[in-house]
């Protein structure tokens, strides 16, 4: 038995939904999500590398709730459940009827920036945050629950604060 740490392999659907992420190995996994009916993956479809999980160090013990991860670790590209969460961001956007077509832009260029840590996260969540303000309650509630969803956990902080 290693003594060294290291990723567990995980299992997830493709809505983003965590099967297992723990170790389970894709043949021990089910094929499809008990909560949406999904097919699962393990491993990345760009370049079949397998999906991170829990990270394991020999001896500590550690309850969590593993957070789907938005991108491969190996070759950058996006999960099934981020590329439709993406999507899913820019049709609700489309449907708000309180911004100008610039501040709906604005919205969509800012989508990227909250999917990960860098020097744009903290302008993209002000951005956010202003223009679903003036989008109104309707579309924009529907909008924000799907970026919390898409969002690193610097940008969940960030939009939460007053």
């Known amino acids: 038995m290693s003594s060294q740490s290291y990723y567990e392999e995980a299992i997830i659907c493709r809505q983003g ?4 992420a723990y170790g389970s190995t894709p043949k021990k996994a089910t094929k499809f999500c008990d909560r949406c009916g999904a097919s699962t993956v393990g491993s990345c479809s760009e370049c ?8 394991f160090v020999p001896g500590v013990f550690a309850v969590s ?9 190996e070759c950058g590209n996006p999960y099934p459940w981020t590329s439709a969460r993406l999507e899913a961001a820019r049709e609700l956007i489309a449907e ?3 911004l100008s077509e610039e501040e709906k832009q604005l919205l ?19 951005r956010i945050k202003l223009l679903l303000a003036k989008a109104g309650q309707g579309a924009g509630s529907a909008l924000y629950k799907v970026i919390i969803d898409y969002a690193s956990e610097t940008t969940v902080k960030l939009l939460k604060q007053p």
């Open 65 to 73: 709730e593993c957070k789907p991860p938005s991108y491969c670790h």
């Open 96 to 98: 708000l009827k309180g």
């Open 17 to 20: 939904h965590v099967i297992s």
């Open 48 to 55: 079949d590398t397998s999906i991170r999980g829990e990270y």
């Open 108 to 126: 969509e260029i800012s989508l990227e920036d909250i999917a990960v840590d860098g020097p744009r996260t903290e302008l993209a969540a002000t």
